[in-house]
């Protein structure tokens, strides 16, 4: 029964959605503090290579040494988000330029590939790396075992970020402040709120979540390094914020739904079903641009949850 | 001890001196008018008190003691707060969420968001001070006079001593304005401060107990409304003795229709209808204004006869010749010359030259025109024909048009309207933010265009403008053309009750 | 602290100094993070500005860099004047190649004179229907063109991917047992190789004069035209440009069948100048699409400086090609192609604005 293909697509769809679902979850945040970052990919690399380089570096128990490797890879990418930050914030350039130029300097064949070359990251095995959560006994259990027992801490970490993000913005104060500042910083200035440190801190923040969504990948999936190994889930994750309205829950559904796309064609081709997987990986982008288009034609309500500062510098004092 | 108190505070932007050490004081329990032009310093001088700009110089005091705003919250925290022109509301949050938003006080202080407890308080406020609005309507479903009531209501949840309210009348009827007024003498009797800036002086009078009167960004004079006539605040206010907005008189040589609206409507930007079975004529040689209160439809009026919004029934026709609709090419083609509303960014590409600005809608015609190139040269000469034609201060065409004043803009524009020879042309809020000079200006031009055979629509909401200037006028209200009075005989009070929609006589 | 303001005038000698400023500091960056990192700037520096500019055979290399550069450059400067956000470049150059290497295939045996203008006209067209997807939705349904040309280029990358990896498409060679083991695409006919022009010992590709000439035709396009009077007043505000009557869908349109057009005729290029067959790994390992939008800003959108743009960083990338090896940092291309645009992002603030520094607390006055 756990061989089903169903059950082998579910538990793929969770492994694969993960990255996916942190680095959504935290262009999410950033977006709705009115910064769209476009670098998500660059961030998730540098996230990749230096959560890598803490679990091959520092010494102690797996468990811990797991755990700093993952601040490691937050606070890299954040750092990677607050070049974006400085750029679009404090010197107002156009922000889709600044995040390509964040993927270029950051990406494959940048910084990552850089420091992977610099700190001989390559080809070596991973020290340690997260494995199942749940003992082995629970694994085996019918349909859950795979999909639910089987997945590491990370996956079940990912659900409360979910879930803190969703709460933060429904029910806290700087929840509400972040919304406004996303919607209309000038109303939310004159209030009193500091939109430059709001938009600081979330975008930041927002990076740091696509380290997390990177060392996923070098600390989980693979788990080793390679150059480029996120092969553009970061672009992925940029749609799906899109995708899932700008709503935290929804991240979850989509990004699990475009985890499936990820994992089906090796799933298919080991059961020497030949589909070309490239039929697969163009799902998320081809749904992204229908969503898109879907939005964009309903025609009155068309934000649907779109921040409607988004993409655009706030200039308090200019006339 | 005054409650507010300005030294000497001056206020530099690139280029101009906003506020020229200004000096300012308002009591405890008063309604106080700040008056002004247009540029006068007015609203420079409230972003300085509500911490949203700093002074280059001078001190701020409240209650006698010196104040630093290094941001607006600090304005806030001394129990400052300020009604915009352009309001600061989040269009897709409750009234009630941006009651609370950025109050760190007690209840909505805490970290959690209860909505629930915030909505009975902003209730009750509003019933308090009679202006209620549904806590959990969404901002962007309200009417700009329901939107200004959060505003308001934002200021008493925060038990703000101090209110500002800049120009808060252009979004309200007559009527309403009239009811604004009680509920800010309410408040100035529980001993808070109401400082209300306007450059309407029957407003002033109305409601003030003392007027400043701010010109050029400096302070003229602080005198006390019974004391003061509107004419001599008007001289105050202009510098030199005017006539507020009297008739001029005009010889009108009325000819054929050269505007004919049969029945149009339209939809809004939300996909709503804004124009209803709209039905007028306008004839050659004649000025007719469209009063109404802002969003009433006047805007999509405007576009939909300059074709920059589709019609969704009836027929435009203009002289003579019916138009498809939808098409400003068309309409300006047919004779229709149109001065926007937003005359920085419609009026005019701002960050191209005056040269190109001056050929925005002849750029395809043989002057210019040769095949698929432009004749740089002629666009050239056309510019600066027109500076020197319509006096337009600048130091050359190739100056980006967001560099001109207002004035100087809105004569580039009037400038480029007119050169197209047109048989209408549409002129909405035409005056809007210009200074005294440039008003008679522009209304000096209008004039003229009239007298030399255009039919022109003078889309306002300033009811002086319009029986200074009309022949006739039709009232909006709610989408629809309510009323039509003669402009001779046609009264406030008669045009702000239709303008409220009220249609039945009144005993 | 500091202020910003709007500068009420932009002195013409800023739009030079600050690109040229803004490479010096992303040198000088560099250098720090040369020296952090443990290697030596003065020799990493040299051996980079050796193998791209110095000699004549390193010199051609670096034409051929710059050529795809130069076309993305302008397919990016061209939609971006219009505040069109074409990010699609990327993807609308595969197109322009699986177009392009399709033409010179079905005409195999006509001569040169023939196939070269039909593989241009090709990649011309493929480039321009693919960007006519993002701009139709745009025109008609107000949709993101960026997202949707992000989106694309990966379905195109893809597209690319399949023809090549897993079908038996027209571009596959399957001519002999290792090409099936191995996959690539077909070799184009000797007639589709683009011609070189020797100019005193070097050699200038087809594909880098056709993208200067291409260079010049939008600056007269964009300075001196009807045309482009009305992609400068709609860039500047569509409100204008509607009010005055233009037809804003058109030129979106337009503009954007223009801009995919030019990367098109980049994968042409890339066919005919370089590769010889549909490059499927080589084309979309490159990234020029992205690059090119490095080239756009760098050049402030100026067709003439996007040709020397793309000439420098072409060179650049070049020498990262050449120099690929262990003793030679890896990444350093992507790590200062991001910094000289991070720079020149930052500095394009000074050419719009003035920086004041204040004191914390402004000039009290005289109580």
């Known amino acids: ?319 | ?507 | 602290m500091i202020r910003v303001e709007r500068r009420l005038e932009q002195p013409r000698w800023l739009s030079l100094a600050v690109p040229i400023g803004s490479l010096i500091v992303a040198f000088v960056v560099m250098t720090g993070v040369l020296l952090v990192t443990g290697h030596d700037p003065a020799t990493t520096f040299r051996r980079l500005f050796d193998s791209a500019f110095l000699g004549s055979a390193e010199l051609n290399a670096t034409f051929v860099s710059a050529t795809p550069l130069l076309f993305t450059g302008l397919c990016a400067a061209v939609a971006f004047r219009m505040q069109l956000f074409n990010i699609g470049g990327e993807g609308q150059l595969y197109v322009g190649a699986i177009f392009a290497a399709a033409a010179a295939l079905l005409v195999s045996g006509v001569p040169g004179v023939v196939a070269i203008p039909l593989m241009i006209a090709a990649g011309a067209l493929g480039g321009a229907l693919f960007a006519l997807i993002p701009a139709v939705l745009r025109a008609f349904l107000k949709t993101n063109e960026i997202i949707v040309s992000l989106m694309l280029n990966y379905v195109a990358a893809l597209v690319l991917n399949y023809l090549i990896f897993d079908s038996l498409s027209y571009w596959r060679d399957t001519s002999s047992p290792e090409a099936k083991v191995f996959p690539q695409g077909k070799p184009l006919p000797d007639a589709a190789s683009w011609p070189l022009s020797h100019i005193g010992g070097l050699e200038l590709p087809f594909g880098l004069l056709l993208g200067i000439v291409i260079a010049g035709v939008v600056w007269v396009l964009y300075s001196r035209t009807r045309f482009g009077f009305e992609v400068q007043v709609i860039g500047d505000s569509p409100r204008a440009a509607t009010y005055a009557g233009m037809r804003t869908r058109r030129k979106i349109l337009a503009v954007m069948a223009l801009s995919g057009a030019i990367a098109g005729i980049g994968g042409a290029s890339q066919d005919g100048d370089v590769r010889h067959l549909l490059d499927a790994r080589g084309l979309s390992a490159a990234g020029y699409g992205y690059a090119g939008i490095v080239v756009a800003a760098l050049a402030r959108y100026n067709p003439f400086a996007v040709v020397l743009v793309a000439f420098l960083l072409g060179g650049i990338q070049n020498a990262g090609y050449t120099l690929q090896g262990a003793d030679f940092p890896s990444g350093l291309v992507g790590v200062m192609q991001g910094l000289i645009l991070f720079c020149a992002l930052g500095g394009e603030l000074l050419i719009r604005h003035r920086i004041r520094f204040e004191r914390r607390r402004p000039a009290e006055s005289v109580a």
């Not at chain 1, 095995?125 to 997945?151: C, D, Y």
Request: charged content about 20%.
């Open chain 2, 1 to 507: 001890m005054p409650a507010v108190s300005l030294h000497g505070i001056t206020k530099r932007f690139p280029g101009v001196v906003a506020n020229d050490g200004v000096d300012f004081e308002a009591a405890e329990g008063e309604v106080h008018a700040l008056l002004g032009e247009n540029g006068a310093g007015k609203s420079t001088l409230s972003n300085i008190l509500t911490g949203l700009y700093r002074p280059d110089e001078g001190s701020v005091e409240l209650y006698g003691e010196r104040v630093e705003f290094d941001s607006p919250r600090d304005a806030l925290n001394a129990g400052i707060c300020m009604v915009h022109q352009h309001f600061r509301l989040v269009p897709p949050f409750t009234v009630a969420e941006n009651v609370i938003l950025g109050d760190t006080r007690g209840e909505s202080g805490r970290f959690l968001v209860h909505p629930r407890h915030i909505e009975r308080r902003v209730a009750e406020l509003g019933e308090r001070y009679r202006i209620a609005v549904d806590p959990r309507a969404r901002v962007w479903q309200l009417s700009l006079g329901e939107q200004q009531r959060v505003e308001i209501l934002k200021a008493l949840y925060r038990e703000a001593k101090i209110l500002i309210l800049d120009e808060p009348t252009a979004v309200l009827t007559p009527q309403e304005a009239e009811s604004l007024f009680i509920t800010l003498r309410a408040m100035a009797a529980e001993g808070r401060t109401v400082i209300f800036i306007s450059h309407k002086l029957h407003e002033v009078t109305a409601v003030a107990d003392r007027v400043t009167v701010l010109r050029g960004g400096k302070t003229v004079a602080t005198v006390d409304t019974a004391e003061s006539t509107t004419q001599s605040l008007a001289s105050l206010m202009v510098g030199r003795e005017v006539d507020v907005a009297t008739r001029v008189p005009r010889e009108i040589t009325i000819g054929g229709p050269v505007l004919e609206l049969a029945g149009v409507g339209a939809t809004g930007d939300r996909g709503a209808e804004a124009l209803h079975d709209v039905t007028m004529t306008v004839r050659s040689g004649e000025i007719v204004a469209v009063a109404g209160v802002a969003g009433n439809g006047q805007r999509e009026l405007a576009e939909a006869i300059t074709g920059m919004r589709p019609t969704t029934a009836g027929t435009i026709t203009v002289d003579g010749k019916p138009l498809k609709g939808g098409d400003a090419r068309e309409a300006i083609h047919a004779g229709v010359a149109h001065v926007p509303e937003d005359r920085l960014h419609t009026g005019v590409a701002p960050s191209l030259s005056i040269a190109s600005n001056t050929v925005l809608k002849s750029y395809r015609g043989a002057q210019i025109a040769h095949g698929p190139l432009l004749r740089l040269s002629a666009i050239k000469e056309r510019a600066l024909s027109l500076i020197t034609n319509y006096d337009v201060r600048t130091s050359g065409p190739n100056v980006p048009a967001r560099q001109l004043s207002g004035g100087n803009l809105q004569k580039v524009v009037l400038g480029r309207e007119f050169s197209g020879e047109p048989r209408v042309l549409i002129a909405a809020s035409p005056t809007r933010g210009l200074d005294v000079s440039a008003i008679e200006t522009v209304h000096r031009y209008l004039r003229e265009g009239a007298t030399g055979g255009m039919g022109i629509v003078l889309i306002s909401e300033d009811l002086d403008e319009i029986l200074a200037l009309a022949d006739r006028i039709v009232v909006m209200y709610e989408g629809r053309i309510v009323g039509e009075l003669d402009a001779e005989t046609a009264t406030k009070d008669a045009l702000g009750l239709l303008m409220a929609g009220v249609t039945e006589p009144v005993a």
């Open chain 1, 1 to 319: 029964m756990n061989n089903s293909i169903l059950v082998v697509v579910l538990a793929s769809a969770v492994t694969y959605g993960t990255p996916l679902l942190y680095s959504a979850l935290g262009e999410l945040v950033a977006e709705r503090s009115g910064v769209l970052n476009l670098g998500v990919e660059g961030m998730m690399l540098v996230g990749a290579v230096m959560g890598f380089w803490a679990v091959q570096t520092i010494p102690g128990p797996g468990p811990l040494v797991l755990i700093i490797a993952v601040c490691v890879a937050a606070i890299a990418a954040g750092l990677m988000a607050l070049i974006h930050a400085f750029l679009v914030i404090t010197l107002r350039a156009n922000q889709i330029v600044s995040g390509l130029a964040l993927t270029i300097f950051a990406g494959a064949g940048g910084l990552s590939s850089y420091l992977g070359n610099d700190l001989n990251l390559a080809d070596a095995p991973a020290k340690h790396a997260f494995g199942a959560f749940f003992p082995h006994s629970m694994q085996t259990l019918p349909v859950v075992g795979p999909i639910f027992f089987e997945q590491n801490a990370l996956v079940f970490v990912a659900w409360l970020f979910v879930g803190g993000v969703a709460f933060y913005l429904a029910r806290t104060r700087p929840g509400l402040n972040l919304k406004a500042v996303g919607e209309a910083p000038a109303a939310a200035d004159a209030m009193g709120i500091n939109v430059t440190r709001t938009r600081y801190i979330h975008t930041v923040v927002g990076g740091a979540f696509a380290g997390i969504g990177g060392a996923t990948f070098s600390l989980a999936i693979t788990p080793q390094w390679v150059d480029g190994l996120t092969q553009g889930a970061g672009w992925i994750a940029i749609a799906l914020v899109i995708f899932a309205f700008w709503r935290p829950a929804l991240c979850l559904v989509g990004a699990y739904f475009f985890g499936a796309f990820a994992g089906l064609p090796f799933t298919l081709q080991a059961r020497g079903v030949t589909v070309a997987p490239e039929l697969f990986q163009a799902l998320p982008y081809v749904m992204t641009i229908l969503v898109l288009v879907t939005v964009s034609a309903a025609g009155a309500r068309r934000r649907l949850g779109a921040p409607g500062a988004l993409g655009t510098p706030y200039v308090r004092e200019e006339r």
